[in-house]
């Protein structure tokens, strides 16, 4: 193996990405913020320029090129490429400013974000569960590469009051997975935000070129409960969760339109009394 080679790739001793490949991992990246050392251990020599800033320095440097965004939304957009490139730095963003950012990544800006999301798209975070994947949503599933221990899926009917938002909703369990890591330590590696795509009812969004999900009609019925149903049984199987349960058991939030699936919960809790809660035709409150 050639020096590139070794040096783009993840080592044969640990399988810990190299080079470039570990620039491009959120959870890995530290950016500017590598060492000497590091650089030379990790591939990573000429990739960066020579002057190593803390994590301070670069979180300083966030917020000074945040600030003089001209509105929340390109603010939004601008931490949303952060957290897709760096999860170190946009959690230290997050959690030393929590009054000033939580505002634009969760409410009240998610909501406009959700309205534009198609156009202001730039990389996918989490699955897209459509209802073209029935019969195979467990290989969807397995698909994601880490471990996932929260679980947060939405199906995008009614979002913060605004309606039917299709797969745009996608920015609210992206946006709450961000806020739990933030505000409950949970680890960002499992953490998992699900898009269960059944179509929208939103004419403008079925016009719209940008829209990123199914052009067609939302699934009801038999057809959307069995989707919801297959869904819950492969999230048991792909992720079973820690050696002492056994179970995924919903926690249902605000019907199907907002669900939080935890690994570690009471036995008692049982998957078909929340799967008959979860019917999205039932739902009367707002994902929010």
């Not at 070794?6 to 990246?29: I, K, V, Y």
């Not at 459509?130 to 995008?156: C, F, H």
């Amino acid at each position: 193996m050639n020096t590139l080679t070794r040096t783009t790739a993840a080592s044969p001793e640990t399988d810990q990405p190299h080079g470039m490949a570990l620039l491009r991992d959120p959870l890995l990246n530290k950016g500017t913020g590598f060492t000497d050392q590091e650089r030379d251990a990790l591939g990573l020599r000429g990739l960066l320029p020579a002057h190593v800033l803390s994590i301070q320095a670069q979180a300083e440097r966030v917020l000074t090129n945040l600030r003089q965004q001209p509105n929340d939304l390109q603010k939004y957009v601008a931490l949303n490429a952060l957290h897709d490139r760096n999860e170190a730095l946009f959690f230290r963003v997050v959690t030393d400013n929590i009054d000033e950012i939580q505002p634009l990544i969760y409410t009240p800006t998610v909501g406009l974000a959700c309205q534009r999301f198609g156009h202001i798209f730039q990389r996918p975070r989490g699955l897209f569960v459509s209802a073209n994947d029935r019969g195979r949503i467990a290989a969807v599933l397995r698909n994601w590469p880490y471990p996932a221990k929260l679980i947060v899926v939405t199906d995008g009917e009614r979002i913060l009051g605004l309606g039917d938002l299709g797969a745009n909703g996608m920015g609210i369990p992206v946006g709450k997975l961000s806020l739990y890591s933030a505000c409950a330590g949970i680890h960002p590696k499992l953490c998992l935000p699900v898009m269960l795509d059944v179509g929208t009812n939103n004419e403008s969004l079925l016009n719209d070129p940008y829209y990123v999900g199914l052009r067609q009609k939302r699934i009801t019925g038999q057809p959307y409960d069995e989707l919801v149903d297959e869904f819950i049984t492969a999230a048991r199987q792909v992720f079973p969760g820690s050696s002492s349960s056994s179970r995924i058991s919903p926690i249902i939030r605000h019907s199907i339109c907002c669900i939080a699936i935890a690994t570690r919960s009471p036995p008692s809790t049982t998957i078909s009394r929340a799967r008959r809660r979860s019917r999205s035709p039932a739902c009367s409150r707002p994902c929010g």
